[in-house]
């Protein structure tokens, strides 16, 4: 019997199921607003008259706001990661260039003024299309003819696109690798989580954590990319049968980890050896230290079940040693002969830089800021190690090869630089912990035998970490950023040179007649080392300071006293020396100007062009 009509549910729009309001998709938004907010920055940057703290007190608020609004783009964009991961990678290229295109787009000279000596070794290759790898170079030059790949690839690049030099691309040489290098570093971490919130997480980390300026158009940069390609591949197609064990059951696996790649055979690990061959000649080509980082990396992983396969490891150090000992011997039995002072000088060899203290209140304050972001990375990853123990059991491979360069603070200080290299290279590593530490897992909560009882605690505990979460993601990101601005622009002042003085600089050398030698406070300023292969060079300062303040007490007769007799020789003093010297510490306030004013009145030299950015004198009695 049909129901009375007032026991029947009412017809009307109530008893319809309601429709969810579906909002416009936002997330281009702020991304197209934050790179508007940069780009009404640029023309406001004060580079031209940067004082104490470089860059940090000329970008305009607007650039800082940009920042913020491209971080909260990027998390807006981490909630969509797992359908549309072209998000974040959007806002990932967009940090890049926030960051690091300032310099390219505005400089008018060469930044770093010590990259211009690659561009001096280009134009020696282009003029005399050969290399003289025994030859004594001056300036500590002769390791670029005996490890030349990179500068024989830019003296093709140049041919290619038909420029004057490759000073004309060099200050886009951070934007263009570190495009290069965001889909080697996804490919990596892709092999150990499904998770793309954690991916791009990961790289987003990379990026404001790396602040070391090892990505200027140098081999550095160049091996950099490469060895973390070859690693990529190692991590995805060496493993072994049989060694992934529990790894390939998803109970036992973090919910955001990857399941171990398939295992390979011997033969398809044979091609793959002979796939990465020439990436590895391409890297002994290019870098001295690198080849260096990637057989300890391959060792480090062969004391894996998953990964233990000599063979790669044995192609890799005999490719090194056989460049060693052939294009690189003269380096190399140099070093050799030094590893007897530096074997276990762990103090010595970690320290930054090869003299002095950094002094002013900018370098003051980038030295301090990236010695706590190093702390900062190093405790997020050691708190995602721990407390994500099943990622960190599936990701151990990675965390071997950021702990892998670690054994190299024993061998040697490479220059002053040891301590920025193995931060450079453990980086990939401890970016992708540092995100684990902040990204929570996602799934359901999976438990071992013997877990009855525990799901709501797990439950609970799980959204307790994601509340952390969401405050401390945002939290990080934009400490992270402000640590990067300082750490990476605090000394901007050293890095930048006016035209004018540049091109002093080229007249001074272009009259210097062959076999002259060439005197400096420090080799760090642009075109210091034009002509490299026709001339000598002393840089005179690059010492200890008690030594230089010796020096300073008389520093024509010092000076004369070293120049050989019967030699031609010029004094070059510029502002840039002038900043860089005081800014690293190596000569005390106001030395440089007494430098310069002494040098100027003594009789032993002469003045042969002088303006408020320099003065370049001649070695001789005033006429």
């Not at 038909?162 to 934007?175: E, I, K, Q, R, T």
């Not at 570190?178 to 990379?206: C, H, K, N, Q, S």
């Amino acid at each position: 019997m049909k129901p009375a009509a007032d026991h029947e549910p009412p017809a009307d729009d109530t008893a319809r199921p309601r429709r969810r309001l579906s909002l416009p998709d936002l997330t281009w938004l702020p991304l197209l607003l934050g790179l508007g907010l940069w780009a009404y920055a640029l023309p406001r940057i004060g580079f031209r008259t940067m004082g104490d703290y470089g860059l940090l007190d000329r970008l305009p608020a607007v650039y800082y706001v940009s920042l913020l609004v491209l971080t909260g783009g990027f998390l807006l964009g981490l909630r969509r990661a797992g359908t549309a991961p072209w998000w974040p990678a959007a806002y990932c290229v967009g940090l890049l260039f926030a960051l690091k295109a300032p310099p390219a787009v505005l400089y008018d000279s060469v930044r770093y003024p010590w990259a211009s000596k690659h561009d001096a070794v280009i134009d020696m290759l282009l003029a005399n299309g050969e290399l003289r790898p025994n030859a004594a170079l001056s300036g500590n030059m002769s390791a670029y003819d005996q490890w030349p790949g990179f500068f024989s690839l830019n003296a093709a690049l140049v041919r290619a696109f038909g420029v004057d030099s490759a000073a004309s691309y060099l200050n886009w040489a951070p934007v263009v690798l570190g495009l290069l290098l965001m889909p080697v570093l996804v490919l990596l971490y892709r092999t150990f989580t499904e998770d793309w919130r954690l991916v791009w997480t990961a790289v987003w980390i990379f990026q404001l954590a790396n602040w070391v300026g090892q990505d200027y158009l140098a081999p550095q940069g160049f091996a950099y990319i490469l060895h973390l390609t070859v690693l990529a591949v190692v991590l995805r197609h060496f493993v072994l049968p049989g060694s992934a064990g529990r790894l390939r059951d998803r109970t036992w696996l973090d919910p955001a980890a990857a399941t171990v790649p398939p295992p390979t055979g011997r033969r398809q690990r044979a091609v793959c050896v002979l796939i990465l061959a020439p990436l590895i000649v391409a890297i002994n080509a290019a870098h001295q230290l690198t080849p260096v980082m990637l057989c300890a990396s391959l060792f480090a992983l062969s004391l894996t079940r998953r990964y233990r396969n000599y063979g790669l490891l044995v192609v890799a150090g005999l490719l090194m040693l056989t460049w060693d000992l052939t294009m690189g011997r003269p380096l190399f039995t140099e070093t050799l002969s030094t590893l007897r002072e530096s074997i276990g000088e762990l103090t010595r060899n970690s320290r930054a830089g090869y003299a002095g203290q950094l002094t002013g209140p900018g370098p003051e304050l980038g030295g301090r800021t990236s010695v706590l972001m190093v702390l900062a990375i190093a405790a997020l990853a050691a708190v995602a190690v721990f407390a994500r123990r099943r990622l960190t059991r599936s990701a151990l491979p990675l965390l071997l090869v950021s702990v892998a360069p670690l054994p190299l603070f024993a061998v040697n200080d490479y220059g002053g630089e040891m301590l920025f290299r193995v931060y450079l290279f453990g980086l990939p590593g401890a970016a992708f912990f540092a995100a684990a530490a902040l990204v929570p897992a996602t799934g359901a909560i999976r438990g071992t035998k013997g877990t009855k009882g525990t799901t709501g605690t797990s439950a609970r505990a799980k959204a307790v970490r994601r509340r952390i979460a969401a405050v401390a993601l945002p939290v990080v990101l934009v400490a992270l950023a402000a640590g990067f601005l300082p750490s990476y622009y605090g000394k901007e002042k050293m890095y930048y040179t006016a035209p004018v003085e540049t091109a002093m600089v080229t007249r001074a050398i272009d009259r210097a007649p062959d076999g002259a030698l060439i005197l400096a406070a420090t080799g760090s300023f642009p075109r210091a080392l034009h002509r490299y292969d026709q001339l000598e060079h002393w840089f005179f300062a690059e010492q200890e300071l008690p030594e230089n303040e010796k020096m300073l007490a008389d520093p024509a007769r010092y000076l004369a006293d070293g120049i050989p007799p019967g030699t031609r020789a010029y004094v070059v003093l510029t502002r840039t020396q002038d900043v860089y010297t005081a800014g690293e510490g190596l000569l005390p306030p106001g030395g440089f100007s007494a430098l310069r004013s002494r040098l100027s009145a003594s009789p032993l030299f002469t003045v042969v062009e002088e303006h408020p950015y320099g003065v370049v004198l001649a070695y001789g009695p005033r006429s």
